[in-house]
């Protein structure tokens, strides 16, 4: 094993639709996954057609996979983070803020497919 690595809402996307590039990085690494990226995994089982099924692969998921929650550290980690986007004029969606902040709190590299990532200073990224 390589280590930890913490992954964003697309990664897990890309493992449930069984990308390639994904399930071998994953097979190499423990994975983690924030309970904001939970939450957008659920938001979007909830409103797609097939509901039930997607809940039940996301609890399977997130059973195999450890959960970092939010506490008080990363609250001062996503202050800093979005103080220094906004002064550079390069806002990100909140929640992917929040996902830096837990990211840099715990010194874990992010996996994620999202080019906006590369705003926030000091963050690992892995380009899954």
């Avoid at 902040?101 to 899954?128: C, Y």
């Amino acid at each position: 094993m390589a280590g930890r690595t913490l992954l964003d809402t697309t990664a897990v996307i890309a493992l449930f639709a069984a990308d390639k590039t994904v399930c071998e990085r994953i097979a190499q690494t423990d994975v983690l996954v924030s309970s904001t990226v939970l939450g957008e995994l659920y938001y979007g089982a909830l409103k797609s057609a097939r509901s039930a099924a997607n809940l039940a692969r996301i609890e399977e998921f997130a059973a195999a996979a450890g959960v970092v929650a939010c506490d008080g550290v990363t609250a001062r980690h996503y202050a800093q983070i979005e103080d220094r986007l906004r002064s550079k004029g390069r806002p990100i969606p909140e929640n992917d803020i929040w996902i830096a902040a837990i990211a840099m709190q715990h010194r874990l590299p992010l996996a994620t497919r999202d080019d906006h990532f590369k705003a926030v200073d000091g963050l690992s990224i892995e380009n899954w």
